[in-house]
Nanobody, 123 residues
Framework: QVQLVESGGGLVQAGDSLRLSCAASGRTFSTQTMGWFRQAPGKEREFVGH???????SYADSMKGRFTISRDNAKNMVYLQMSSLKPDDTAVYYC?????????????????WGQGTQVTVSS
């Protein structure tokens, strides 16, 4: 019904910037809100932030200031711009889609997921 594909991950040095992309296809009415999550080795998956169809955003408190989410509805694309990266940001980053207008910051609120893209930040 909905397919999501992330791209843009890679190996960077501390202090660098990186932009991740997520392309959506299929039933785009199910992409009312797009979320970003990440999972570091040995840790639970955590909420990064989300963006609604009308481009309002919300972020986890620990992500505010360095991460910015945007979207291009005409292209069915969503982006995660990361700056001042730290080794603790090393994780697999996932995009997810929800038909909810304002989903809660939980995995269960998002029925559609991409396969993730690896971001590694060296010190």
């Amino acid at each position: 019904q909905v397919q999501l594909v992330e791209s843009g991950g890679g190996l960077v040095q501390a202090g660098d910037s990186l932009r991740l992309s997520c392309a959506a296809s299929g039933r785009t009415f199910s992409t009312q809100t797009m979320g970003w999550f990440r999972q570091a080795p040995g840790k639970e998956r955590e909420f990064v932030g989300h963006i609604t169809w009308s481009a309002t955003t919300s972020y986890a408190d620990s992500m505010k200031g360095r991460f910015t989410i945007s979207r291009d509805n005409a292209k069915n694309m969503v982006y995660l711009q990361m700056s001042s990266l730290k080794p603790d940001d090393t994780a697999v980053y996932y995009c997810a889609a929800s038909n909810r207008v304002l989903p809660a910051p939980r995995e269960g609120q998002y029925p559609y997921w991409g396969q993730g893209t690896q971001v590694t930040v060296s010190s």
